[in-house]
C-alpha cells in the first residue's frame, strides 16, 4: 500500500476532524499529494493538493475552513477540516500525482476513509 488514509469518523456540524495520508518509502518524494472525495449519487472532486513546496490549491467550498498540510520528515499529508458542514459528507480518498499541476488525479490511491457530519 504507497498510500495510506485515516482519520474519518462521525462528527456534528461545526465539528472538526483530521485526516492523515501516510505514504509509503517508494513515494516519499512525490510531488503533489491531494485529498479528493466523493459523495453519494456526486462526482468525485478534488478537495485540496499541496506540493512539496507547500504551494496550495483549494476547492472554493471549502477555503478558510480546511487546510492541507504536509511533514515530509513523517511522509505524512494531513487535512484538517473545521467548521464542517452536512454537504461535507463523503468518502474521502488521498491522492498521489507526479504531475504537481495536473487537472486530472495522479496513479496512487489511498484506501477511502468516511466522513459524516450530522447531528
Known amino acids: 500500500v504507497q498510500l495510506q488514509a485515516s482519520g474519518g469518523g462521525l462528527v456534528e456540524p461545526g465539528g472538526s476532524l483530521r485526516l492523515s495520508c501516510a505514504l509509503s518509502?517508494?513515494?516519499?518524494?512525490?510531488?503533489?499529494v491531494g485529498w479528493y472525495r466523493q459523495a453519494p449519487g456526486k462526482q468525485r472532486e478534488l478537495v485540496a493538493r499541496i506540493t512539496r513546496g507547500d504551494s496550495t490549491d483549494y476547492l472554493d467550498s471549502v477555503k478558510g475552513r480546511f487546510t492541507i498540510s504536509r511533514d515530509n520528515a513523517k511522509n505524512t499529508v494531513y487535512l484538517q477540516m473545521n467548521s464542517l458542514k452536512p454537504e461535507d459528507t463523503a468518502v474521502y480518498y488521498c491522492?498521489?500525482?507526479?504531475?504537481?499541476?495536473?487537472?486530472?488525479?495522479?496513479?496512487?490511491w489511498g484506501q477511502g476513509t468516511q466522513v459524516t457530519v450530522s447531528s
Open positions: 518509502a517508494s513515494i516519499f518524494n512525490i510531488p503533489s
Open positions: 491522492n498521489g500525482n507526479w504531475n504537481p499541476i495536473a487537472l486530472t488525479p495522479g496513479p496512487y
